[in-house]
C-alpha cells in the first residue's frame, strides 16, 4: 500500500467522503450529519465532501468513480471514505472503521439502501486506483422524524472533530484496523 501521509501531505491523493442517509430517519441521518459538517469546514485540498441522500445521488456518483471514457483512472480518488449508520451490535454511537473486503465479509447487509455497499465498493476499485472504506457509527433510533440520538450525536461530533484535523490519520487508521471504539 502507497504511502498515505505521503500522499496527504503532498496533497496528491484525493479523498472523496460521502455523507450517506436519510435525516428523515432518526440515527440513519448520521453520515449526512457528519458531511455537512465538514462541508462548513476548512479541510486539505484533497479532501472534497458530498451528501447522498438517495440511491439515485449515490448511483450518479458512482458511475463518475469508475474509469474515464479513455480506460484511465486519472483524476479519480485515491480514496472513498463512505460515513454511514450501521447495525453491528455494538454499544450505540461505537464507531467501524471497515475496508471493502471487511464491508463485505462482516457486514454484507450494512446498507440500509437497495444496493450493498459491498457491491459498490468492488464496481468503484474495479478501476485500480481507489480504495473504498466504510466508517459506519452503530445507531440507537431510526424513527422517523427523531432525529440524532444523544449517542449517536456524540460520536459523530468526536468524528467530525477527527475528520477536520486529521483526514490522512483516519485513512492510516482505516488501512490497517477492524471495528473500534473512540467514544
Not at 453491528?88 to 444496493?115: C, D, M, N, W
Not at 473504498?132 to 433510533?141: A, E, S, T
Not at 449517542?151 to 459523530?156: P, S
Not at 468526536?158 to 475528520?163: D, E, I
Amino acid at each position: 500500500m502507497e504511502d498515505l501521509n505521503r500522499q496527504i501531505k503532498d496533497r496528491n491523493g484525493k479523498i472523496l467522503i460521502v455523507g450517506l442517509g436519510s435525516a428523515e430517519r432518526g440515527d440513519d441521518g448520521v453520515g449526512l450529519y457528519i458531511a455537512k459538517r465538514l462541508a462548513c469546514e476548512r479541510l486539505p485540498e484533497n479532501v472534497e465532501v458530498v451528501l447522498c441522500e438517495s440511491e439515485m445521488d449515490l448511483l450518479r456518483l458512482v458511475g463518475t468513480l469508475s474509469v474515464n471514457k479513455d480506460g484511465s483512472a486519472d483524476g479519480l480518488p485515491c480514496h472513498v471514505i463512505f460515513l454511514d449508520a450501521v447495525e453491528f451490535g455494538g454499544r450505540e454511537g461505537e464507531i467501524a472503521f471497515l475496508g471493502s473486503e471487511e464491508i463485505k465479509s462482516r457486514f454484507p447487509q450494512v446498507s440500509t439502501h437497495k444496493i450493498s455497499l459491498s457491491a459498490i465498493a468492488k464496481y468503484i476499485e474495479a478501476n485500480g486506483k481507489t480504495s473504498v472504506w466504510l466508517i459506519g457509527i452503530q445507531v440507537k433510533n431510526i424513527r422517523m422524524a427523531s432525529g440524532l440520538s444523544p449517542e449517536v450525536k456524540e460520536a459523530a461530533d468526536v468524528l467530525t472533530g477527527l475528520l477536520t484535523r486529521q483526514p490522512g490519520m483516519i485513512i492510516e487508521r482505516l488501512s490497517g484496523v477492524g471495528i473500534n471504539n473512540y467514544v
